[in-house]
Nanobody, 115 residues
Framework: QVQLVESGGGLVQPGGSLRLSCAAS????????MGWYRQAPGNQRELVAI???????YYADSVKGRFTISGDYVKSTVDLQMNNMKPEDTAVYYC?????????WGQGTQVTVSS
């Protein structure tokens, strides 16, 4: 089992920045990738960004050039730096860990972009 705990959500103005952090514990050596998803009210949960053990990354088109994911598999942490934020980035953000057999989820952290 893997436990994921997010931190860093909150309220930010349009154009502002926010950094999310996620700490993993448990059977972390089973993880092949870690990332971030988000879910806005009335919408399905969507992938924001993911980083593999090799350092390869993937970003949703909507956040390319604005968000940066970084991971440290030794420390078992994954961060999401969000810049130039937009109201449409408002959502609950979930940390995700992927093993060969299981997807793990954090409890989620609210991010609100509003003036």
């Amino acid at each position: 089992q893997v436990q994921l705990v997010e931190s860093g959500g909150g309220l930010v103005q349009p154009g502002g920045s926010l950094r999310l952090s996620c700490a993993a514990s448990g059977n972390i050596f089973s993880l092949n990738a870690m990332g971030w998803y988000r879910q806005a009210p009335g919408n399905q949960r969507e992938l924001v960004a993911i980083i593999g053990k090799t350092g390869s990354t993937y970003y949703a088109d909507s956040v390319k050039g604005r968000f940066t994911i970084s991971g440290d598999y030794v420390k078992s942490t994954v961060d999401l730096q969000m810049n130039n934020m937009k109201p449409e980035d408002t959502a609950v953000y979930y940390c995700n860990g992927l093993s060969p057999t299981t997807m793990y989820w954090g409890q989620g952290t609210q991010v609100t972009v509003s003036s």
